[in-house]
């Protein structure tokens, strides 16, 4: 089993950063995708970059070039969030997908952004 805890969220004005962190714990693989996703109220939850155990990131387009997706190993990833926008206001969630498909999830850290 893998448990994800998320940390890191909070309150910013609007130009502001934060940076997420996630620590997975278990029985995790030295290869897998760490990802962060994000679920607006009244919106299906979204990507909003991963990164796989070489290194390798992606974006959704509307964050890139804000956010920096990075991991120190197999188990840690984090999210450098600069610029913050109102529209930034989500519950971020943490995500690790490994073997055939498997998808284990955080409980979420809530990122408001005023105006």
């Known amino acids: 089993q893998v448990q994800l805890r998320e940390s890191g969220g909070g309150l910013v004005q609007a130009g502001g950063s934060l940076r997420l962190s996630c620590i997975a714990s278990?029985?995790?693989?030295?290869?897998?995708?760490m990802a962060w996703y994000r679920q607006i109220p009244g919106k299906q939850r979204e990507l909003v970059a991963s990164?796989?155990?070489?290194?390798?990131t992606n974006y959704a387009d509307s964050m890139k070039g804000r956010f920096t997706i990075s991991r120190d190993n197999k188990s840690t990833v984090y999210l450098q969030m600069n610029s913050l926008k109102p529209e930034d206001t989500a519950v971020y969630y943490c995500?690790?997908?490994?073997?055939?498909?498997?998808?284990?999830w955080g409980q979420g850290t809530q990122v408001t952004v005023s105006s």
């Open positions: 995500n690790l997908r490994q073997g055939q498909g498997n998808d284990y």
């Open positions: 278990g029985s995790i693989s030295s290869i897998n995708v």
């Open positions: 990164i796989i155990t070489g290194g390798i």
